[in-house]
């Protein structure tokens, strides 16, 4: 959990409102250790040290990592709680967020649990980032009314920093509307207006029976125009859910709001929610080329190429003036063999298909450059973490041609962390653990669809998975990546800190370069390409050297999460001065992509960000020239996704063969205006709106500080259309993001 604290200075204004009626407890006793008898309500304290629970236990002195710590709280909870609740069912203890797992015992009884430990029988789980909210019914012995009772939390964390940190736990009688919750998903596709449906539940968590007026509105948001309404009179209780559905169409931006009134309190509660909603327009059924017309390679390096071009299949590929040495794969368009001289070969490439044909004019450049623009594909780490496996791989991999991302330039298929075997080879070679049964074979067959096979390590002894490292095998694993036919080499810090702690030079920039260098020169001996890409999380402003030590790329920042105070983090936080560091063949990193299905395990769940933040998140990472690499399982990729990762003039910004990174140009409250300059005299301008609330943007009222003086031309890069150079008035939701080509 990396660049965690100035993620925490976000989720530190997002407090939980305390009732009148709540009881919080900030202060607590802490330890370092475990002891299953610190549960317990009578424990001699007098060794423990003061602490409290609103700031992480590393900021208040502890160390502590890889390691248990335990909090014991004394509290009373007076009887009068129950008086002021209507409902007085439940007694709920809200102990904020923990940093990363923990049990939690109410006077010596577990009272729930979040995340899991490495004594577990499903391993270490952390969940730092998740609000633990645990209950106990009110007529519970447990609980001792207008007396001391004991609250002690077990935790474990896993790296630092660690810990309560988003106190003060808060004692609560809920309400009856407390208790009652909206959740609205999105359901199968609804038949009406050929669009999506949503379905608004509303739960009770209580057993008595409430009656009352449940209303769902399908919403204009930018007017507040209520486009379709259903409102039913409805009983619930912690037995009976009460659910409805509501068609909208899912080309267009809608809010749902679903409310609850209780009849006899006439309280109400609300849940709104913006469902996904697709703008790209659907590409035409003629062949449409959709990467890049350039492509850097080393003289004599084999090449794997694939054309990217949308529209019905099957299409034919050809090409008549094909430089010598290559061959084009006439059904796949995928484009192989290799170049002897140094040169500029430009060539044109035909698509053909029942529709029509169009060409490309097609130039590889053969020299010491490669990655001309930003590397496109996939990495198996957001969505299967450690869990990954050959056949994994596979699957993403016949999924990102069936569902036409191919089409569009993704062609890095990466396997992270959890590949390597327990035990090197008897020569020193590096083996692979029984879920990747052929790594040649893999790698034969992406290069044979067109696609580039990308692998990780770490320079330390061991990856940050716990796996084998290259550690004194640098030469030897080079040797290895290239007998399987590695294009793309991931390698991240990890375990080398450990051997980096004991140099005398560990404050210097060359003790950070060092492992990086020796790497570079194995892969440099092999004969073929490999993309060379740096994770250390941005230490020593790697940006500022990350080139000399030829990395094509390099991670600026800690793990990205799929969150909005993560992706607000790295994205808007951490990069606005990189950009004099990016250039084609050498790309800061920001991480991965978060949208689509994730879990960083087998169990994968929907990105956690709205439909907004994931405009925002692949249209601020184009700008920024990043890597874009997929992380969630292809094969289960939604429609939605496939239209954020497939809008061709989207992704043209971040392939844009300039190669220039975007600046941050306004920054004006909750509204930040990013802007990139285009090789065609063009610039891609994000206007992002990162605050809580919609808003409306004047863009004309940035025109001097951007130094626009007059518009020629306005295109809303998401939508495909082109807009009035006059009205420049735009409506951007929370979050969201307007997205402009302009001249
Ligand atoms: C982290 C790295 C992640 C992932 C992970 C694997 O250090 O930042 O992207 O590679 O290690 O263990």
């Known amino acids: 959990m990396k660049h965690f604290f100035s993620v925490l200075i976000i989720i530190s204004f997002i407090s939980l409102p305390i009732f009148a009626q709540d009881v919080s407890v ?37 160390k502590c990592e890889n390691a248990f710590g335990w909090y014991r709280y004394h509290v009373t909870i007076p009887k009068s709680l129950l008086d002021k609740s209507d409902l007085k069912e439940t007694v709920d203890f809200i102990m904020g967020k923990i940093d990363d797992a923990d049990e939690v015992y109410l006077n010596g009884k577990m009272i729930g649990k979040t995340g899991s430990f490495p004594s577990d029988p499903k391993g270490y789980e952390g969940k730092w980032n998740t609000l633990r909210q645990y209950r106990v019914k009110s007529n519970s012995d447990l609980i001792r009314w207008d007396a001391d009772n004991v609250l002690a939390v077990r935790v474990y964390n896993a790296g630092d920093p660690g810990g309560m940190f988003q106190g003060p736990v808060i004692v609560r009688v809920p309400n009856t509307i407390d208790n009652l919750s909206i959740s609205i998903s999105e359901g199968a596709k609804g038949k009406e207006q050929g669009g999506s449906q949503c379905v608004c539940t509303l739960t009770g968590q209580m057993s008595a029976t409430k009656s009352g007026i449940f209303t769902v509105q399908v919403q204009d948001p930018e007017t507040g125009k209520v486009l379709a309404e259903k409102s039913q009179n409805v009983s619930v209780n912690a037995k ?29 509660t609300t849940t709104k ?85 169009q060409t490309q004019r097609f130039t590889i450049r053969c020299g010491s450059k490669i990655a001309l623009t930003p590397p496109m594909g996939w990495n198996s780490w957001n969505c299967w973490g450690l869990s990954v496996t050959q056949d994994k791989v596979i699957s993403s991999s016949k999924a990102l041609i069936e ?84 294009d793309y080499l991931k390698y991240d810090w990890c375990g080398y800190g450990r051997k980096h702690r004991t140099e005398p030079d560990n404050k210097t920039v060359a003790s950070y370069v060092r492992p990086y260098l020796l790497m570079e020169r194995c892969l440099r001996q092999q004969p073929r390409d490999i993309f060379y890409s740096l994770c250390q999380y941005g230490m020593a402003e790697v940006w500022k050297w990350g080139h000399a030590v030829d990395a094509n790329s390099w991670r600026t920042t800690g793990d990205i999460t799929d969150t909005w105070e993560s992706l607000y983090d790295i994205g808007f936080c951490q990069q606005p001065e990189l950009y004099p560091y990016a250039q084609p063949g050498h790309w800061n990193d920001p991480d991965m992509l978060i949208v689509g299905k994730v879990g960083w395990s087998n169990n994968l769940r ?33 429609e939605f996704t496939v239209s954020l990762l497939c809008n061709n003039e989207v992704n043209a910004v971040n392939q844009d063969i300039l190669g220039k990174q975007a600046q ?52 809303d890069l998401w939508r495909q259309q082109d807009l009035s150079t006059s009205d420049v008035n735009y409506f951007i939701p929370t979050h969201g993001v307007k997205y402009l080509k302009i001249r």
């Open 26 to 62: 900030e202060k607590g006793k802490f330890r370092v250790g475990d002891n299953a008898a610190w549960a317990g309500v009578n424990v001699d304290e007098s060794a423990w040290r003061d602490i409290t629970n609103t700031s992480t236990w590393t900021s208040q002195g502890v």
């Open 403 to 486: 569902k036409g991302l191919a089409d569009y330039g993704y062609c890095y298929m990466n396997i992270d962390d959890g590949w390597e075997a327990p035990k090197r080879n008897d020569d020193g070679t590096i083996a692979v653990n029984e879920k990747f049964p052929s790594m040649k074979e893999l790698g034969d067959w992406l290069h044979s669809e067109g696609l580039k096979f990308g692998i990780y390590s770490s320079p330390g002894d061991l990856t940050c998975g716990g796996y084998l490292g290259s550690i004194d095998h640098e030469l030897q694993d080079a040797e290895s990546y290239n007998s399987w036919g590695v």
């Open 273 to 357: 929610y913006i469902p996904k909603y697709i703008l790209t327009p659907a590409a035409p059924a003629e062949p449409r080329f959709n990467t890049t017309p350039l492509y850097g390679v080393r003289p004599d390096s084999p090449i794997h190429f694939r054309f990217g071009v949308s529209g019905e299949k099957p299409m034919k590929f050809s090409s008549d003036d094909l430089p010598k040495g290559l061959t084009l794969n006439p059904d796949n368009g995928a484009l192989s063999g290799s170049l002897e001289e140094v040169g500029s070969y430009t060539f044109t490439v035909k698509a053909k298909n029942a529709k029509g044909e």
């Open 664 to 715: 941050r140009v306004v920054l004006d409250g909750s509204i930040q205006i990013w802007s990139r300059p285009l090789s065609d005299g063009s610039y891609a301008v994000g206007i992002f709106n990162v605050g809580k609330d919609d808003a409306r943007v004047d863009f004309k009222k940035y025109f001097k500080e951007m130094g626009i003086g007059t518009l020629k031309s306005v295109r």
């Open 606 to 638: 929907d990105s956690r960000l709205t439909p907004d933040e994931q405009y925002t998140h692949i249209s601020l990472w184009t700008l920024l020239a990043s890597n874009m690499l997929i992380g969630c399982d292809i094969a289960q990729m939604d």
């Open 240 to 268: 009976k859910n009460r659910t409805i559905s509501m068609p909208y169409d899912n080309h267009s931006m809608v809010r749902i709001i679903a409310t609850f009134t209780e009849s006899k309190s006439g309280l109400s």
